[in-house]
């Protein structure tokens, strides 16, 4: 299987994020505070643990790359040309914090193995390196979503439609940017562009 020929397609799951959850809660120390839970559909119905010997998903991790392994969904190929597709999303929480009583909020890059999915003979490692990338970009924005949200005033305004504000705009910005990455790269198939991409995306992990 040439990859050159073989496009090597992606899927993320950005934007539509759905508000699960806004009660009030006690925390360890009796003080009521707000907790809002924003989760992807994907991830609603696929349970997650760290002690599973293999776990259906699982966040970014900087000593954790991809491995063909981790695509285990079932092949939804848009095209004959279609090889692989990654399905990460960016989501966030809060909860509320036992020592002043302001809501932590709590960002996170899942990667979902059940959803992800590669054609058997499109197992080679320049596409597994693309769809890598696709997951690395996932985490470039879920740091972005991170700082933003570390700046957030709590006494503010409508404490779900802000968190939602700003979400909304990092989902969006990256969905510009995962777009840009396939077009660029032409899911993968370009070599001088796909080395350029990698080598951008490494220096923005740093």
Known sequence: MNCAVRNCVYAFTVGFF????????L???????????????????????????????????EHRKLSWDDFRGAVNAASEESAAATHCGIGFRTAANSTDGKPEIIVYNTFYVNKSWV????????????EQGHFDLCE?????LKARMNNFDFNTGDLKQQLLSIYTEVSNEYETRQQAYE????????TAQQKKWQNMIIRELL
């Open 18 to 25: 759905v508000l699960t959850q806004s009660v009030a809660s």
């Open 27 to 61: 925390g360890k120390d009796g003080r009521e505070g707000k907790s809002i839970d924003v989760v992807t559909p994907s991830s609603s119905n696929s349970a997650t643990s760290s002690n599973s010997a293999s776990p259906s998903e699982f966040q970014w991790n």
């Open 119 to 130: 054609k058997p003979d499109a197992k080679i490692s320049t596409i597994l390196d693309h």
């Open 140 to 144: 470039i924005y879920t740091r972005k």
């Open 183 to 190: 077009q660029e790269t032409v899911h993968g198939t370009n």
